[in-house]
């Protein structure tokens, strides 16, 4: 397990970029040819501690802190994008629920959540709607139980999932203030999990459809009060993992230069590598450059989600789609160093092409994005000079 107080980052960094070369090709081999992630790799990932990291000490974590872990977390998506979900999701679902969780919810999801023992599936996404006010799942109130009917899809973990972090709509209310959060278990009477886990790239990691017809669930299960449902999925859950879906276009596009780096020194044609042509120097300088812009960019939103600054989130928003902008472009530059050869499985380029596309569509995609950022900008709650540093 990784304790914080003791940790030296440096050397923990080092510890995960070995495991990533070594034994990470290793497992994402084997999630490639099966198609699956297999269970011991959860549990070896459990007990290194790396589901645990971002999680204060009090709740069972290693209490690092979110520009530290989002390091850790570039590192990491350097490797298979399960893995790298594996350890995003894990280490995210915390936020939201810490602060509204009952003690009761505490002691039964919680901390059983943030050492890994259970594993959360956030619930927001639906198939006809949008990912915010207008969700349209719904419950009621009846006694000491909610019932719920509606349909989620694109549900990352929804069909192992131990419990639901999930957000619906109080009968005959519109608008934020009719919506309320919960942490529900999964594979209830009423709920039907579908499994819709065949997918582009992000082999391994299970996706659900889930649908709800008066499926009933004990009210104890509710985070914070009616009304709060939005405040808990954006704030709690999207803002810091926004960042760091971002940082993990970071990590992956460093493996994409990486690997067109390798290829272009390797690779003759004519009777000179392809690292000594201008063009493939001008594609690798270019993909430099919008990596170390990204970055920056990320960094600075982490430093604003820490300090809670007003344009935290316009800031996540904001590097999460330039973070994505340049994973598109680097990956395409990097396969197109490849040439043909790149087109084809045996090469690891191949997955992290398809693996970069899913970014796209994490935490809500580019138009989405664009949409928060522009109430700030308009409303003026956020400065023209892009945010403090």
Same mark, same amino acid.
């Given at each position: 397990m990784v304790d914080n107080n003791t940790l030296n980052l440096g050397e923990f960094l080092d510890e995960v970029r070995a495991w990533v070369a070594g034994p990470g090709e290793e497992w994402a081999e084997r999630i490639e040819d099966t198609g699956t992630v297999p269970d011991e790799l959860v549990t070896e990932l459990r007990e290194?501690?790396?589901?645990?990291?971002?999680?204060?000490?009090?709740?069972?974590?290693?209490?690092?802190?979110?520009?530290?872990?989002?390091?850790?977390?570039?590192?990491?998506?350097?490797?298979?994008?399960?893995?790298?979900m594996l350890v995003h999701v894990n280490n995210g679902t915390w936020r939201a629920m810490a602060p509204y969780a009952s003690p009761e919810l505490r002691d039964e999801v919680l901390i059983p959540a943030v050492k890994a023992d259970k594993r959360v599936a956030f619930t927001l996404t639906e198939h006809d709607r949008g990912s915010g006010a207008d969700i349209g799942t719904t419950v009621r109130?009846?006694?000491?139980?909610?019932?719920?009917?509606?349909? #989620?899809?694109?549900?990352?973990?929804?069909?192992?999932?131990?419990?639901?972090?999930?957000?619906?709509?109080?009968?005959?209310?519109?608008?934020?203030?009719g919506l309320v959060s919960f942490t529900m278990p999964n594979h209830l009477p009423g709920a039907e999990v579908i499994d819709d886990s065949e997918t582009m790239g992000v082999r391994g990691t299970d996706h659900a459809t889930l649908r709800f017809e008066e499926t009933r669930f004990p009210a104890r299960y509710r985070l914070g009060a009616e009304g709060q449902g939005l405040e808990i999925a954006l704030g709690g859950f999207l803002t810091?993992?926004?960042?760091g879906v971002a940082m993990s276009c970071v990590g992956l596009a460093e493996r994409a230069q990486e690997l067109a780096i390798e290829y272009a020194n390797e690779r003759v044609t004519f009777g000179k590598p392809l690292?000594?042509?201008?063009?493939?120097?001008?594609?690798?300088?270019?993909?430099?450059?919008?990596?170390?812009?990204? #970055?920056?960019?990320?960094?600075?939103?982490?430093?604003?989600?820490?300090?809670?600054?007003?344009?935290?989130?316009?800031?996540?928003?904001?590097? #999460?789609?330039?973070?994505?902008?340049?994973?598109?472009?680097?990956?395409?530059?990097?396969?197109?160093?490849?040439?043909?050869?790149?087109?084809?499985? #045996?090469?690891?380029?191949?997955?992290?092409?398809?693996?970069?596309?899913a970014q796209r569509f994490e935490e809500g995609t580019n138009e989405i994005q664009k949409q928060v950022i522009s109430r700030g900008v308009l409303s003026g709650t956020v400065s023209t000079e892009g945010g403090q540093w």
């Open positions: 290194r501690g790396w589901l645990s990291l971002a999680a204060p000490q009090e709740l069972g974590g290693a209490g690092m802190s979110f520009s530290d872990y989002l390091q850790v977390l570039e590192a990491i998506s350097k490797s298979h994008a399960s893995i790298r109130r009846e006694g000491d139980e909610y019932v719920m009917n509606g349909e #989620k899809h694109l549900i990352t973990f929804g069909v192992k999932a131990d419990y639901l972090l999930i957000t619906a709509r109080l009968e005959g209310t519109s608008g934020k203030d810091p993992s926004r960042v690292a000594k042509r201008q063009a493939i120097q001008f594609m690798l300088s270019e993909n430099y450059a919008r990596l170390a812009a990204a #970055k920056a960019l990320v960094m600075q939103a982490a430093r604003a989600y820490e300090v809670g600054a007003p344009d935290a989130g316009e800031l996540s928003s904001a590097a #999460k789609l330039t973070a994505v902008d340049m994973l598109t472009f680097v990956t395409d530059n990097a396969l197109q160093v490849h040439g043909g050869r790149g087109y084809w499985k #045996k090469n690891p380029i191949e997955r992290v092409y398809r693996d970069a596309r």
